[in-house]
């Protein structure tokens, strides 16, 4: 599917769903990865991640360009658009478009969470949690000045 496809299925798709024109640009951005499209507030084009319609297929891509167009009409309309608002929830369901999209097959790797570290002082034995390492000879307990010990990696 070509931009020009999109564009013309776009504007099918809100005056079907939501019988109102879209008036501006959709296209697809090859840079999009953790997301299947985005509306952009300041140009109010839409933009589509393409391995949404590639690994998922034309539902998929029709249910991304529904949400899309639900904050599109409702910003243009000085309503709630965000995904927090009544309205945009409300509208979602009207036009039984997804609040998020699924999850690719293919999606490239994310970085791992950060494992928690544990210090514990051997004054007091308060403990610490921190996702950073510290560097226990510079840095001592708060409460009691006492050296930190790491217990958990």
């Known amino acids: 599917m070509e931009d020009k496809e999109l564009q013309k299925l776009v504007e099918e798709i809100s005056l079907q769903f939501f019988n109102k024109p879209f008036r501006h640009t959709a296209f697809f951005n090859p840079r999009l990865r953790t997301t299947g499209g985005r509306y952009m507030l300041r140009s109010h084009h839409i933009e589509i991640n393409r391995s949404y319609l590639e690994q998922l297929g034309e539902q998929e891509l029709i249910g991304i360009i529904k949400h899309e167009l639900c904050h599109y009409h409702l910003h243009l309309e000085g309503k709630g658009y965000q ?38 002082c051997s004054g007091c034995e308060l403990q610490y949690r921190r996702k950073r390492r ?6 001592v307990c708060g ?11």
């Open 83 to 120: 995904h927090r608002d009544h309205d945009f929830k409300t509208l979602l369901k009207k036009v039984n478009a997804p609040r998020f999209c699924a999850t690719l097959p293919n999606r490239p790797e994310v970085k791992s969470a950060k494992t928690v570290r544990i210090y514990q």
């Open 134 to 139: 510290i560097n226990t000879t510079k840095y």
């Open 143 to 153: 409460k009691c000045r006492g050296k930190l010990i790491e217990i958990h990696v």
